[in-house]
């Protein structure tokens, strides 16, 4: 049984004072196991730019995703686009990689950065045959993947970062190969990974990109569940069954929530111990009992996840803050955003007294939709989640 899975993460600068970007990354998937993904970067930039890589990316992965053959997706693509009247060059630019069965990736590029293989943290050239179709040079390879493998596909506007302005010709391939390897970490995500490299192709733009810019990171590794429980079982009498799934179920444990952590430590027969460490003054302090992974408050704890999870989503810009700190929500955040590929939550819907309080805003919908919303953006982060109720 294979264990590895995919963990894809991508993200994009516009060109300064362009309102759209005109890369495009589309992400299909084919069964369990496998998965296609286009970059694309559309001609120019703005408006023109935007809808030409959409179509290509759209197009790419539709067919793809439906096994047909790169040779008829690409004839396709020909025949559907427009040529640039005034430069007579194509529409559009892609790189496609299929993911088969988390064990190998076929790979597919015509006109953008050649992929770049990490492997252990070192760079791996990758063998690739040219094909001449519809008038175009497509390279294509193909790879055995290993657990911590990463993928790093970028458009052009990573090697015309800097041209003119910090660097003469840009950055060419070898530095970027050679920053990743500066900066390689084998606990960073696909999205982590690719946040530092697109931030550093800001940072040579001067903050003003001259060339949409867009960094897709794949990273290989091994499948790791995570399971968080929250809220005690509607039913009293449900306490020890929803307990024993929950430590049956491999991988590490949460508890959040005061009463949760106190029927989980009479489970375990174990003693609580308050943290008293107040490391962040609006997140309430974290608790230990052995056997559990990690015990936080509820509802604040959690809220505090999901505005984390959804700027994950977004531009990654509070990732300095839970990267780092030690407090519930940061370290929830790290394990469920950064170690977890499979989560499953177990949450009670056994209405808390203290929440029905009038004069309280907290009440038992806000914490289920509290779950709700956090297992969507989860699962936008390409995460397998598994919710049960009690």
């Not at 970027?176 to 500066?182: K, P, Y």
């Not at 968080?228 to 009498?237: A, E, F, V």
Request: proline share 4%; aromatic share 8%; hydrophobic share 40%.
């Amino acid at each position: 049984m294979n264990n590895l899975c995919t963990d894809i993460g991508f993200m994009s600068l516009n060109k300064w004072g362009e309102q759209l970007c005109g890369d495009r990354v589309e992400i299909v998937e084919q069964g369990e196991n496998s998965t296609v993904i286009v970059l694309a970067d559309g001609m120019g930039s703005g408006v023109k730019a935007n809808i030409l890589s959409s179509l290509t990316s759209k197009i790419i992965s539709t067919m793809m995703a439906a096994n047909m053959k790169i040779e008829d997706c690409v004839s396709t693509i020909a025949a559907t686009l427009p040529i640039c009247a005034v430069r007579g060059v194509a529409y559009s630019t892609f790189t496609i990689i299929r993911i088969i069965e988390n064990e190998e990736a076929e790979i597919i590029q015509y006109d953008n950065p050649f992929l770049i293989l990490l492997r252990n943290g070192k760079f791996v050239e990758i063998p690739k045959v040219g094909n001449e179709i519809e008038g175009k040079m497509i390279y294509k390879s193909k790879i055995k993947l290993q657990e911590n493998d990463f993928l790093v596909v970028t458009s052009d506007g990573a090697i015309h970062a800097g041209i003119g302005s910090s660097l003469n010709f840009g950055w060419e391939r070898k530095d970027i190969i050679q920053f990743l390897e500066q900066m390689y970490d084998e606990s960073y995500t696909a999205k982590t990974f690719g946040t530092i490299l697109l931030e550093e192709c800001n940072h040579l733009y001067g903050e003003k990109p001259g060339d949409d810019t867009t960094v897709c990171v794949v990273k290989i590794r091994n499948r790791s569940p995570v399971n968080l429980m929250i809220g005690p079982p509607s039913d009293r009498n449900d306490v020890n069954k929803m307990l024993s799934l929950f430590f049956s179920k491999e991988g590490k444990h949460i508890v959040c929530g005061g009463t949760t952590s106190t029927i989980t430590a009479e489970f375990l027969h174990k003693p609580m111990v308050a943290n008293l460490d107040y490391l962040d003054p609006e997140i309430p302090p974290t608790a230990a009992i052995e056997g559990v992974d990690l015990v936080t408050e509820g509802v604040i704890t959690i809220s505090k996840v999901l505005d984390y999870a959804k700027d994950y989503l977004q531009d990654n810009e509070t990732y300095t803050e839970w990267g780092y700190k030690r407090d519930g929500a940061s370290l929830i955040s790290r394990m469920l955003f950064e170690e977890a590929t499979d989560i499953n939550f177990f949450v009670g819907r056994a209405i808390n007294p203290a929440h029905q309080n009038p004069n309280l805003p907290i009440n038992f919908n806000i914490k289920m939709r509290l779950v709700d919303e956090l297992s969507e953006c989860l699962q936008k982060m390409g995460k397998k989640i598994k919710v049960s109720y009690f």
